[in-house]
C-alpha cells in the first residue's frame, strides 16, 4: 500500500473519456518536444503562464523551484489536459484528500519492474493556484523529500531526487530535466532572498 503523500505517477495527454461510469486508468503522457505546431506551442506557452506565477510565489513560500513545479504540473498534467486537471484541479497528481474532498480513480504504477493498475484516491482542489500551493507545501514537509529539499538550489538535481519517491517511473527525473531545458522553464526560478 502506497501512503497518501505519495502522489500518483502516471497521467493521459488528455482527459480520458468516462465509459459505462469507470475513468480510464491514468498514465504519464509521452514528452513532446518544443518543436510543434504553433497552436500548439501557443497553448503550451499559455499554460506555463497560467502556472508560472503560482510556482513562483510556492518557490518563495516553500523553496521548491518554480521550473520544477511547472514541468511537473506540464508532465502530470498532460499540459492541464488530463481528467484529474480539468475535473479536480488537481495539476500534480497528488493522492490523499484535499481541500475540496477526493475522487477515487484507477491509475497505472510501476512496482517491481513492471506497470500494474491500481484504484487510488486523488486530492480534489477548488481551483490550480491551490493546487500549486499543496504541492510546495508537500514538497517542504513530508519527510519523504527531505533529499529533493536539500538540492532545492539546483533545479536538475531536484527533478532527479524525486525519481522513485515522488513518481514511481524511472525515467521521472530526467523527463522533468527535458521539459526544463526544452521549455526553457529556469527563467521563473527566483534567486533565495
Known sequence: PRSTLFPYTTLFRSAPQRQSGTPTPY???????????????????????????????????????AAVTIAQA??????????????????FGIKGTGPAGSDSLPTHEYENGQWVTTTAPFRVYRDFAESIN???????????????????N????????????????????????QLMRDYNLYRYDVPEA
Open 154 to 177: 539546483d533545479p536538475d538535481s531536484f527533478a532527479q531526487a524525486l525519481t522513485g519517491v515522488y513518481a514511481t517511473n524511472p525515467d521521472y527525473g530526467a523527463d522533468l530535466i
Open 27 to 65: 498514465q504519464r503522457h509521452r514528452l513532446q518536444t518544443a518543436a510543434g505546431p504553433a497552436s500548439g506551442v501557443s497553448a503550451q506557452q499559455a499554460f506555463i503562464n497560467e502556472v508560472a506565477p503560482g510556482a513562483m510565489a510556492t518557490q518563495r513560500r516553500y523553496g521548491v523551484p
Open 74 to 91: 506540464i508532465d502530470e498534467s498532460g499540459w492541464g489536459q488530463s481528467f484529474l486537471a480539468t475535473q479536480d484541479n488537481n495539476l
Open 134 to 152: 499543496d504541492h510546495g507545501e508537500l514538497l517542504a514537509t513530508s519527510g519523504y523529500y527531505t533529499q529533493a529539499m536539500a538540492e532545492r
